[in-house]
């Protein structure tokens, strides 16, 4: 069982939007900053955001995302098939002294 | 570039101990911190833990603690990590990555060593 709360899966058209939520506690989400990986299948994962809403280099534009008091969010627009994907949000725990991360979510492209 | 390469996949034992090294290369190996994340078959990440190269420090999560260790040998950019007394619920990839000193996100990851525990 994941400490952080995600959708188990998502589809959507090529084109599209998808929007995957991530639920924690003041001891995460809520009070510290969030990160966001894609992991390809058969390959590791790769972070696409850190801390809340910063784009490492080479992300592209379509992945953004945000924070709410209460839960973040990973946004992918323009959906292409190369995004069919797991994605994983991340946070420290200050409760748990430890990175926690959610359960993934599995982003298909119909 | 920035590489950590994984040693290779492993069957174990249950009871047994295994060990995982990540050769890193492309950054100053000082500078970083290397963490330990799992993925069991189909499953999500779990974090075990990190070292600091520099001084050695580390922290372990609670759920390992008394059956990990994670070292770094500063003379060949490498980092370990040891768990003992293995249990057939241990068989998951292990993947090391890169992290920044008091951020709490990994990038690069290595390509991951699955460990088997089997009878």
């Known amino acids: 069982q994941s400490v952080l709360t995600q959708p188990p899966s998502l589809s959507a058209a090529p084109g599209q939007k998808v929007a995957i939520s991530c639920s924690g506690f003041?001891?995460?989400?809520?009070?510290?900053?969030v990160s966001w990986y894609q992991q390809l299948p058969g390959t590791a994962p790769k972070v696409l955001i850190y801390?809340?809403?910063n784009r490492l280099s080479g992300t592209p534009a379509r992945f953004s995302a945000s924070k709410s008091a209460t839960s973040a969010t990973l946004v992918i627009t323009a959906l292409q098939t190369g995004d069919e994907a797991d994605y994983f949000c991340?946070?420290?725990?200050?409760?748990?002294?430890?990175?926690?991360f959610g359960g993934g979510t599995k982003v298909t492209v119909l | 570039q920035v590489q950590l390469v994984q040693s290779g996949s492993e069957v174990k034992r249950p009871g047994a101990s295994m060990r995982v090294s990540c050769q890193t290369s492309?950054?100053?190996?000082?500078?970083?911190?290397v963490a330990w994340v799992r993925q069991a078959p189909g499953q999500g990440l779990e974090w075990l833990g990190w070292?600091?190269?520099?001084?050695?420090?580390?922290q372990y999560s609670r759920k390992f603690q008394d059956r990990v260790n994670i070292t770094a040998d500063t003379s060949t950019n490498t980092a370990y990590l040891d768990l003992t007394s293995l249990r057939s619920d241990d068989t998951a990839i292990y993947f090391c990555a890169r992290s920044r000193f008091y951020s709490y996100w990994f990038d690069p990851w290595g390509q991951g060593t699955l460990v088997i525990v089997s009878s």
């Open positions: 991340a946070a420290w725990d200050r409760g748990l002294s430890a990175v926690v």
């Open positions: 003041n001891s995460n989400v809520v009070n510290n900053y």
């Open positions: 070292i600091t190269p520099y001084n050695g420090d580390t």
């Open positions: 801390d809340n809403g």
């Open positions: 492309g950054y100053p190996f000082f500078n970083y911190g």
